[in-house]
């Protein structure tokens, strides 16, 4: 499977991005799919997941209620929709799919195919 992440840019503090994943290769619609960011100087945290059926969500608390993540199992595509963004979302964004696990989680040593990661700055 090969993942290509797009969407990040720089927006101001406030403000909305929507990140895209497309997926080729094996079926898309038997992963879970999620998003993990990195900041800089800092660890690859998990950000959200969703399930093969797209009725399962899971968020960090750091973006519950600010993001939104979905797909689109005919385009092949997973999305993280950002709202109200902060300063410190400021990170490489990456997009990750697990085909074994059948269940959202938040364990990145279970995701078995990454994106190339998109950055996204969020000025104060």
């Known amino acids: 499977v090969q993942l290509q992440a797009s969407g990040g840019g720089l927006v101001q503090a406030g403000g909305s991005l929507r990140l895209s994943c497309a997926a080729s290769?094996?079926?898309?619609?038997?992963?879970?799919m999620a998003w993990f960011r990195q900041a800089p100087g800092k660890e690859r945290e998990f950000v959200s997941a969703?399930?093969?059926?797209?009725?399962?969500?899971s968020y960090a608390d750091s973006v519950k209620g600010r993001f939104a993540i979905y797909r689109d199992n005919a385009k092949n595509t997973v999305y993280l929709q950002m709202n109200s963004l902060k300063p410190e979302d400021t990170a490489v964004y990456y997009c990750?799919?697990?085909?074994?696990?059948?269940?959202?989680?938040?364990?990145?040593?279970?995701?078995?195919?990454w994106g190339q990661g998109t950055l996204v700055t969020v000025s104060s």
């Open positions: 290769g094996r079926t898309f619609s038997n992963y879970v």
């Open positions: 969703i399930g093969w059926r797209g009725d399962s969500t």
């Open positions: 990750a799919a697990d085909y074994v696990s059948g269940r959202i989680h938040s364990d990145q040593r279970q995701y078995d195919y």
